[in-house]
Nanobody
């Protein structure tokens, strides 16, 4: 009933940029926090950036100054602009959101993930 669909992943050279997008759809009443997580091979999933419905942001120390999270509340979307990418940024990036469905409780939802590969 609620889906998060990511797009924008791919292969990029070191030093390059990439923009990820995530769109939430379904019987949505309200969306609170939205964010991006990533999981590199052999590592645990970790938070990259979070943005509240009011626009406050929080970033992992490793991406501060390189990544920017933004959202469009009217369109239920969240983006992640990534600059100065390094090979260590290679991971599957997941969209994550706290959503209240019509006549339902708040729940956390995940997207299916989009692969980002930084390689020359």
């Amino acid at each position: 009933q609620v889906q998060l669909v990511e797009s924008g992943g791919g292969l990029v050279r070191p030093g390059g940029s990439l923009r990820l997008s995530c769109a939430a759809s379904g019987s949505i009443f309200r969306i609170y926090d939205m964010g991006w997580y990533r999981q590199a091979p052999g590592k645990q999933r970790e938070s990259v950036a979070v943005i509240t419905s009011g626009g406050s942001t929080n970033y992992a120390d490793s991406v501060k100054g390189r990544f920017t999270i933004s959202r469009n509340n009217a369109e239920n979307t969240v983006d992640l602009q990534m600059h100065s990418l390094h090979p260590e940024h290679t991971a599957v990036y997941y969209c994550h959101a706290a959503i209240v469905r019509q006549y339902g409780p708040q729940e956390w939802y995940w997207g299916q993930g989009t692969q980002v590969t930084v390689s020359s």
